[in-house]
């Protein structure tokens, strides 16, 4: 949640508000969170506090985040430099053809390294707890997070599978 507070506020100072210095200290916050979530996860857990599924949810939250939080700002920024400073709308994506196979298992990809970090952190906790047994409620994540990885992969493979075809260009162009 804060990451998104923190994302509006740093978009809305740089330029709404015409503060490109305080949106730019803003959103340079953004990524702070995640180093905050994971420190404050570890330390809950070498305190001592039983491991609960919201310690496993922080270390999914934080694999997933960090691949697409980057990409979730500059989004953003795009979005809000069209709407107050007046840029130009980017160029649409070609959702066809070899580019579209190659972007759809880019995004799958993107995906897979977002679940081997959020894994990764998973089983760092469930070893910092001292094993499996303590460890059970972060595994619950393993689940859907598998699930989706799984799911996702429909995407490219139908994509490779029918890629389809440029738009049909009208007659009077060459």
Known sequence: MLFWVLLAAG????YAAGRPRLGGA??????LIDVVLLVTTVLSIR??????VWHGLSA?????????????????DAKFARRYAGNAPPPPPK???????????????????AYAISVGLIFGLVAL???????APLLVWLNPLTKVLVYSLIWPV?????PGRAPDRPADTP
């Open 158 to 162: 139908v994509t490779t599978v029918r």
């Open 60 to 76: 999914a939250y934080l694999g997933i985040t960090v691949v697409y939080g980057h990409r979730t700002i500059r989004w953003a």
């Open 11 to 14: 978009l809305a100072a740089r």
């Open 129 to 135: 707890v001292g094993g499996p047994d303590r460890g």
């Open 95 to 113: 959702l066809y053809g070899r580019a579209a196979v190659l972007d759809a298992w880019a995004g799958w990809f993107r995906f897979l390294l």
């Open 47 to 52: 305190d001592g506090v039983e491991p609960t």
């Open 26 to 31: 803003l959103l340079f916050c953004v990524p």
